[in-house]
């Protein structure tokens, strides 16, 4: 059965920065693509990035890159790591992984990803 648990959130000051953990097991196989989203207070839930474990390709929401990074264990593909730099309000949101068995290939598409994480909130404020 495959799980996702993230972990590293926490309440930060703007500027400040985070690094987020997503360890995913039962997998079969290592190469199934990992996915950051978030939901914001009152927002839909929305792509931030996906890391590609087949080709090691990383993909970033527009207005995503730059702050964002997204990185994995080459020890163990299974452990994803978002790291969110320059901190801002707006980044406030519950950060979700997600992953799926059926495609190889990354989506900003909720549809796309069968097993989510329970998720980890992340609270920017001074």
């Known amino acids: 059965q495959v799980q996702l648990v993230e972990s590293g959130g926490g309440w930060v000051q703007p500027g400040g920065s985070l690094r987020l953990s997503c360890t995913a097991s039962?997998?079969?196989?290592?190469?199934?693509?990992i996915a950051w989203f978030r939901q914001a207070p009152g927002k839909e839930r929305e792509a931030v990035s996906c890391l590609s474990n087949r080709d090691g390709r990383v993909y970033y929401v527009d207005g995503m890159k730059g702050r964002f990074t997204i990185s994995r264990d080459n020890a163990n593909k299974n452990t994803v790591y978002l790291q969110i730099n320059s901190l801002k309000p707006e980044d406030t949101a519950v950060y979700y992984c997600?992953?799926?068995?059926?495609?190889?290939?990354?989506?900003?598409?909720?549809?796309?990803?069968?097993?989510w994480g329970q998720g980890t909130q992340v609270t920017v404020s001074a």
């Open positions: 997600a992953s799926t068995t059926t495609y190889y290939y990354c989506s900003e598409y909720e549809r796309h990803y069968s097993y």
């Open positions: 039962g997998f079969t196989e290592d190469y199934f693509p």
